[in-house]
């Protein structure tokens, strides 16, 4: 039987691997995947683009560098959001588990809670992302464009879209979390890496399914608080422009991004935490 100290040492370990391992996939998804969410955000406040043009709109007005635009803001809200939700979710899970693997609701649980408290952390620099990604405005930073949407819109605006982000999130990062270990659980474990990709892609499919609408609201309502004002404003808005249509916009590249996204964060925390 090991000792306190030893389990508390163990314990320290592991929690400053997935902080690391957080802080490094955040940065890693960002920049290889920022031109995906530069796109859906593109297909969600321009509804007169398809999936096939998008690419071309961005570049005949942004140039190349339009691809990436909102970097630095989603550097911010990834690496600090990634380095808060892995470290959470290892708490909890070895504080109301230990070693032993939580049910699948149990799973759904503790990534939802985590998940829904890093949306209320981080929804004025989600704001602030969306604005910069749709090109919708002229702010000269970060803390300009805070300031700027503090002062003109009020605090509010700050978290506008918060309610269809935690929507979207919640259901996500739970099924998510609760998808990945089920899958994990079911492979042989003869490669650690291989298993966590497929694991990770499956789980992250399968909640993109459930929780795009969310998603398609959420940047709705942050990107013009005014016209999408509420949750239900929204949602009868966009039924009426395209029917359930209006609801997977930007769809494909989202569904592409989250994929990759949860394979570079899943299979990066397995590295880390296996191999040092």
């Known amino acids: 039987m090991r000792s306190e100290v030893e389990l508390s040492t163990i314990r320290q370990s592991n929690l400053s691997k997935t902080f690391s391992s957080g802080v490094i996939s955040g940065c890693l998804s960002t920049l290889l995947l920022q031109p995906l969410e530069v796109a859906k955000t593109q297909l969600q406040v321009n509804k007169q683009l398809k999936l096939w043009n998008v690419a071309s709109h961005i570049s005949t007005n942004f140039g190349v560098a339009g691809f990436w635009r909102g970097t630095t803001v989603s550097l911010y809200r990834n690496m600090g959001g990634m380095s808060v939700f892995y470290p959470s979710l290892y708490l909890l899970q070895s504080s109301i588990y230990g070693n032993d693997k939580p049910s699948p609701l149990g799973s759904f649980t503790l990534g939802a809670l985590v998940r829904s408290v890093n949306c209320v952390i981080f ?12 090109g919708s405005n002229s702010y000269s930073g970060i803390l300009n464009a805070l300031i700027t949407i503090r002062r003109t819109e009020g605090f509010p605006a700050l978290f506008s879209g918060l309610m269809p982000t935690i929507a979207r999130d919640l259901p996500h990062a739970g099924l998510n979390v609760m998808f990945y270990w089920e899958f994990k659980s079911r492979m042989p474990g003869k490669n650690v890496l ?25 940047t709705n309502m942050q990107n013009k608080p005014f016209k999408y004002p509420t949750l239900l404003k929204s949602s009868t808005l966009l039924w009426r422009k395209k029917k ?30 296996t191999a040092f």
């Open 123 to 134: 929804c004025p620099l989600n704001v602030v992302k969306t604005r910069f990604e749709s």
């Open 194 to 218: 291989v298993e966590s990709s497929l694991a990770a892609f499956l789980a992250s499919f399968l909640s993109c399914v459930v929780t795009h609408p969310f998603d398609v609201v959420k």
């Open 244 to 273: 359930m249509v209006a609801f997977y916009l930007g769809f494909v590249p989202r569904t592409g991004r989250k994929v990759l996204l949860s394979i570079i964060n899943w299979v990066v925390l397995e590295f880390i935490v």
